[in-house]
């Protein structure tokens, strides 16, 4: 089993200068932290800067948000090699607010994650049902039909590289989480999806991991359900103090 994941995503938030500042604070309060995989993605304005304050530290860098092709032109995008040649190890795909907003389809979801591998990127390919979806009990339906498109194709000896993350998308930005047992069911029912159509020991290298108003309060009962892997944190990763504190969670 890989260590826990667990990552900030700052979306549009933070100048150079915010993030800077954000960045030394949160590596000074996990600078012993080493049983963890610690990962935050800032604008993609920042991520060269930070990659240098983070240097010596266990923190590791993802963009949030990578085009398919390599090169040309492609006003506004950027590619997985340029993500990578700044110092990011991971890319977050997918996201719902991608989807919503700026028209990231299944199909795109999978030609992103396939640029990421090839370039070395480790994706982390977000997945979700809306409250509409999820009192209509379609959740299932959805999320295995959204994370069937987005790995097709993907050799079995790539999916330790990459992490799902079950972010339901009434629990991002509203405060409401899922319970532990909620996500836990989800997350449990991925993992099974994933063993049908790969090799066991190749599915249980996938990390799970869950998002949506994950906070200190409620970080240690998430992370002691067997099938959640880490977290994706939204607005509680832009607190130093905050974030720190969810990286060390305590495991029950
Ligand atoms: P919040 O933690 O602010 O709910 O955001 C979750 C999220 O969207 C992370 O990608």
Request: charged share 25%; glycine share 8%.
């Amino acid at each position: 089993m890989q260590k826990p994941l667990i990552a900030g995503n700052w979306k549009m938030n933070t100048t150079i200068h915010e993030g800077a500042s954000l960045v030394i604070k949160l590596r000074e309060l996990i600078k012993s932290i080493d049983s963890v995989d610690v990962v935050i993605a800032p604008p993609s304005t920042s991520i060269h800067h930070l990659n240098q304050l983070i240097a010596g530290s266990s923190i590791q860098l993802a963009g949030q948000n990578v085009f398919w092709k390599e090169n040309g032109a492609y006003t506004g995008e950027i590619s997985a090699e340029m993500l990578r040649a700044i110092g990011c190890s991971y890319v977050i795909i997918g996201h719902s607010e991608r989807r919503a907003l700026f028209g990231d389809t299944d199909d795109r979801v999978n030609k992103k994650a396939h640029a990421a591998l090839k370039a070395g990127l480790k994706p982390i390919i977000c997945v979700g049902e809306t409250l509409e979806e999820k009192e209509s009990n379609s959740t299932l339906g959805k999320v295995k039909g959204q994370i069937m498109r987005a790995l097709a194709g993907l050799k079995t000896g790539s999916l330790k590289e990459l992490t799902i993350a079950y972010e339901p998308i009434w629990a991002i930005g509203t405060g409401k989480s899922a319970t532990p047992e909620t996500a836990e069911e989800v997350h449990n029912s991925i993992r099974e999806l994933l063993y049908e159509d790969y090799d066991t020991a190749a599915a249980k290298k996938i990390r799970i991991i869950y998002g949506g108003s994950v906070k200190p309060d409620n970080i240690d009962s998430l992370m002691a359900q067997p099938n959640i892997d880490g977290a994706l944190v939204g607005g509680a990763s832009l607190n130093a103090e905050d974030f720190a504190r969810i990286v060390q969670f305590e495991s029950v």
